[in-house]
């Protein structure tokens, strides 16, 4: 599938591949976008924190609780949209998502 990314700086990235083995981080970090995902995927570290259209927010089934716990710490970052995309699973019905990288903290 492919979804459109914009980044820290507001620049937009259309046709993103996302392939269907990865989890939405490993997609962001394959190509190239600024995420440090410093705990290798497992919700401890919040360097992958997204915002997720509203849509697409909803699709996913919004957060698991382990992310819900690491969000929480974000306040001011922490939108109604906001997940730790190495909790994000890709789907099909994902296709043309709008994902927005959040701020550093
Ligand atoms: Fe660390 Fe997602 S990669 S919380």
Known sequence: IQIN????DGARTEGVEWKDYETLMECLTRNKFPILATCGGNASCST???YLDQE???KT???NEEEEDLLEMLDDTRHDNSRLACQVEWSE???G???EIAPEW
Do not use: Y
Request: charged share 20%; glycine share 10%; aromatic share 6%.
């Open 5 to 8: 990314v914009t980044d820290r």
């Open 48 to 50: 992958c924190h997204s």
């Open 56 to 58: 697409t927010f909803v």
């Open 61 to 63: 089934g919004g957060t």
């Open 93 to 95: 019905s994902l296709d």
């Open 97 to 99: 998502a709008e994902i």
